[in-house]
């Protein structure tokens, strides 16, 4: 069974930073993409980030360009979000998630993703 865990959310004031972390058990390599989602109240549930297992290369939503940074420790199985220079729109539940098949093109799409945590809340104070 393919499991994911975030932790690491928490409130912080405007301006801060924390990182999210997202432990996977399961079948997790290759071309794989891992992903980072939130869903703020009210709202629907939208893209943060994405990095695949083989590769560097990264995609972020415009809203965090420059003040998140997804990286990953294949040796810990493990997914990071570091998130600097948060602000009060920053708040929501963040979700890591796992695409449905070990190559897609459209790493934004969260349709393409078959595996989600649990969620970890994040709430940025003004």
């Known amino acids: 069974q393919v499991q994911l865990v975030e932790s690491g959310g928490g409130l912080v004031q405007a301006g801060g930073s924390l990182r999210l972390s997202c432990i996977a058990s399961?079948?997790?390599?290759?071309?794989?993409?891992m992903g980072w989602f939130r869903q703020a109240p009210g709202k629907e549930r939208e893209f943060v980030a994405a990095?695949?297992?083989?590769?560097?290369?990264?995609d972020y939503a415009d809203s965090v360009k420059g003040r998140f940074t997804i990286s990953r420790d294949n040796a810990k199985n493990t997914v990071y979000l570091r998130m600097n220079s948060l602000r009060p729109e920053d708040t929501a539940v963040y979700y890591c998630?796992?695409?449905?098949?070990?190559?897609?093109?459209?790493?934004?799409?969260?349709?393409?993703?078959?595996?989600w945590g649990q969620g970890t809340q994040v709430t940025v104070s003004s």
């Open positions: 998630a796992r695409s449905k098949t070990s190559s897609i093109v459209a790493v934004t799409t969260q349709e393409n993703y078959g595996y």
């Open positions: 399961g079948r997790f390599f290759g071309s794989y993409a």
């Open positions: 990095i695949r297992w083989n590769s560097d290369i990264t």
